[in-house]
């Protein structure tokens, strides 16, 4: 009987360091530690401040530190020069599409242009036309028919639109039928 209460001390020695010394320094730890991360202290900051101080601690993180910071500025060097390539390139496509951007605004300046006197010319033509058919209206049916058989067929269809249907209708009939035909057709198709 004897012997089997001594096992029973050895175990119960363990048990009591566990559950009186233990446990309640784990708890009062946790405790501390929810208690200084809420009232904002960094535990962990201040710990490194701490093993800093220390100097046989702070040489040990010293040297990891530098070999850390060693390869981590290796590492943004390496970042920074692919950066600086990516930059050029996109500095030579901004150049490009800069002078594209430039040619395409002479072109629509150069287009601009051209269609502001063309819409000048037709306007000049317009008038022209007009001045041609009043003059049209107080000649003989006969001799604006002769001019107007030996005009190239749009400038003859130009000049009958704008003449009053009367009197188009009096130039067709003193042109030979079959370029009446071809100056009708064309007029309805307008």
Same mark, same amino acid.
């Given at each position: 009987?004897?012997?089997?209460?001594?096992?029973?001390? &050895?175990?119960?020695?363990?048990?009591? @360091? +566990? @559950?009186?010394?233990?446990?309640?320094?784990? =708890?009062?730890?946790?405790?501390?530690?929810?208690?200084?991360? +809420?009232?904002?202290?960094?535990? @962990?900051?201040?710990?490194?401040? @701490?093993?800093?101080?220390?100097? &046989?601690?702070?040489?040990? /993180?010293?040297?990891?530190?530098?070999?850390?910071?060693?390869?981590?500025?290796?590492? /943004?060097?390496?970042?920074?020069?692919?950066?600086?390539?990516?930059?050029?390139?996109?500095?030579?496509?901004?150049? +490009?599409?800069?002078? $594209?951007?430039?040619? /395409?605004?002479?072109?629509?300046?150069? /287009?601009?242009?051209?269609? !502001?006197? &063309? &819409?000048?010319?037709?306007?000049?033509?317009?008038d022209i036309m007009t001045d041609l058919s009043?003059?049209? $209206?107080?000649?003989?049916?006969?001799?604006?028919?002769?001019? +107007?058989?030996?005009?190239?067929?749009?400038?003859?269809?130009? =000049?009958?639109?704008?003449?009053?249907?009367?009197?188009?209708? !009096?130039?067709?009939?003193?042109?030979?039928?079959?370029?009446?035909?071809?100056?009708?057709?064309?007029?309805?198709?307008?």
């Amino acid at each position: 009987m004897a012997i089997s209460e001594k096992p029973k001390q &050895k175990s119960s020695k363990v048990q009591w @360091f +566990v @559950f009186v010394i233990l446990i309640p320094l784990i =708890l009062a730890v946790t405790v501390a530690l929810i208690i200084m991360t +809420v009232a904002g202290v960094n535990v @962990f900051e201040k710990t490194k401040q @701490f093993t800093d101080d220390v100097p &046989k601690v702070s040489a040990l /993180l010293n040297t990891e530190t530098t070999k850390e910071s060693e390869g981590q500025a290796v590492e /943004l060097k390496a970042t920074i020069e692919d950066q600086n390539a990516q930059l050029d390139e996109l500095k030579s496509q901004l150049t +490009v599409k800069d002078q $594209k951007i430039e040619e /395409l605004n002479n072109e629509i300046n150069q /287009l601009t242009k051209e269609l !502001k006197d &063309k &819409k000048i010319s037709d306007k000049d033509k317009e008038d022209i036309m007009t001045d041609l058919s009043s003059s049209f $209206k107080n000649m003989d049916p006969e001799q604006a028919a002769a001019i +107007v058989s030996q005009l190239d067929q749009a400038s003859s269809v130009d =000049l009958l639109e704008k003449l009053p249907s009367d009197e188009r209708g !009096k130039v067709l009939a003193a042109l030979n039928p079959e370029q009446a035909a071809n100056l009708t057709s064309a007029l309805m198709n307008r």
